[in-house]
């Protein structure tokens, strides 16, 4: 599996190292999800060990608690407002941060983002298939397709910090490209095949507030990026609005999460011209990534992880059970193979559509361990599940108990075949790093520019 045509040009290069000021970006947002995605591992461990201890009884009371006000239709459980509720603040950063890439990032060259796109769409397509094989004979699972289409990026960039691997930069980047894309097409899924009962008019009347949001942040961006309490006491109460409205029409309310992202404005105005974000002078998304991340991270997506894994597996006779039915079996191997196959299937055959090579000191091993990665699915995994399935019953736990192990599976297949890499990975690293002429840019970067 070597770069095959390490001498194009680096215009028909995939994977090539990004732009410096992308790099440090990326590299920021990365740091950040690796520390969400330890915390990840710590809760959905807890949340595993209280589900299954004497004391179970009241982890499942816990999170089927309900609270909030019946007439507007938010009379939720725990666990409902978690996936519901917080999980919209984490696909209102994918909304940011799939925008900043297309308008501002590197992904507008369609050159560069024809790639990763590509990839993902290969890494949803593959697995979706997979399962739909596997439970073909059995028409009430079928239901549960979507569910192994997801990458969590914070779960995998807590396995390459365990691991201790020193991916390189680019494929980082191609990494959460992945994910990226890949929970844009989750909730355009979730939006179209997982909405029951939809109800038109609140759909209408969420277009209000929605709209109001859009128009107040691009037309004021310095105005709510300067003056935070401003864009908490207007624009947060009308994303907190078309939200309500979302989750009373039937589709499911964090799509609302994704539409407000898209709505935030990446470029900054400046005496009436439109200009690219830059270090210290962030656009409005930059601004609100910035002060939203954290939130995600350590709050919202680790309290969702821990009222959605909590599943009890009934020891080792349970286990095997749940390894009889057609659902866990299919997330497993749409998860473990499917998406490996998907991603590096897919990035193959475009490299061979437009006689492009791989970068060099890449390989396709890179590939293929960055794809077996991608297998780590999990907190799109489990709301899809809880979409797909009722709580409690039979197929929504073996999906938790097949996500779980899945995930698991891809990470220590994935440390075999990154570690195996990793000589060559710190060898890239040190060259990142490199600065001759003390300009404060690595030498490879300007190299690359020129």
């Known amino acids: 599996m070597s770069n095959e045509h390490s001498g194009s040009t680096a215009a028909n290069r995939v994977l090539q190292r990004s732009s410096y000021p992308e790099w440090l970006r990326i590299h920021e947002i990365l ?51 978690a996936a519901d509720g917080l999980l919209a603040i984490f696909f209102f950063l994918t909304g940011l941060e799939l925008k900043r890439e297309f308008v501002a990032g590197d992904l507008r060259r369609p050159s560069r983002a024809i790639v990763p796109v590509a990839a993902a769409a290969g890494g949803v397509i593959v697995p979706a298939l997979i399962y739909t094989a596997v439970n073909l004979s059995s028409p009430e699972t079928l239901r549960g397709w979507a569910i192994p289409t997801a990458t969590d990026i914070a779960f995998a960039l807590a396995v390459l910090a365990v691991i201790s691997s020193h991916l390189p930069g680019a494929l980082r980047i191609f990494l959460l490209t992945l994910a990226v894309v890949d929970d844009l097409i989750a909730i355009a899924i979730i939006a ?57 029409s039937g589709v499911h309310a964090t799509v609302a999460g994704v539409l407000l992202g898209f709505l935030v404005p990446v470029l900054r105005r400046k005496d009436g011209t439109v200009q690219p974000p830059r270090p210290g002078k962030p656009g409005l998304a930059e601004i609100f990534e910035h002060r939203f991340r954290p939130l995600s991270t350590g709050v919202a997506i680790p309290l969702f992880a821990f009222f959605s894994a909590g599943v009890a597996v009934g020891g080792v006779e349970g286990f095997v059970s ?117 300009d404060g840019i690595p030498d490879v970067f300007e190299d690359r520019d020129r």
């Open 192 to 248: 179209f095949f997982y909405s029951t009962d939809v109800h038109v008019e609140y759909l209408l009347w969420m277009l209000l507030p929605l709209g109001l949001f859009g128009f107040l942040a691009q037309r004021n961006p310095k105005f709510f990026g300067r003056r935070l309490p401003a864009a908490w006491l207007i624009l947060l109460p009308l994303g907190i609005a078309a939200w309500a409205l979302m989750h009373a």
């Open 322 to 438: 749940a390894l009889g039915d057609p659902v866990t079996l299919g997330i497993l191997a749409a998860l473990v193979l499917g998406k490996p196959a998907g991603i590096l299937l897919t990035t193959w055959a475009v490299t061979k559509t437009t006689k492009a090579s791989l970068d060099p000191g890449l390989s396709w091993w890179d590939v293929l361990g960055v794809g077996i990665l991608a297998g780590v699915g999990f907190t799109v995994s489990l709301l899809v599940n809880d979409l797909s399935f009722d709580a409690g019953s039979p197929s929504n736990d073996h999906a938790k108990v097949a996500i779980l192990s899945a995930s698991l599976t891809s990470a220590l297949l994935a440390t075999v075949v990154l570690r195996l890499r990793n000589r060559r990975y710190r060898a890239i690293e040190e060259e990142e790093k490199l600065d001759r002429d003390r």
């Open 31 to 81: 740091r950040k999800e690796t520390v969400g995605g330890i915390i990840l591992l710590v809760v959905t461990v807890a949340a595993l060990i209280w589900a299954n201890s004497p004391f179970a009884g009241s982890y499942f009371a816990l999170r089927d608690f309900e609270f909030g006000y019946e007439p507007w239709h938010l009379k939720l459980t725990v666990g409902e407002w």
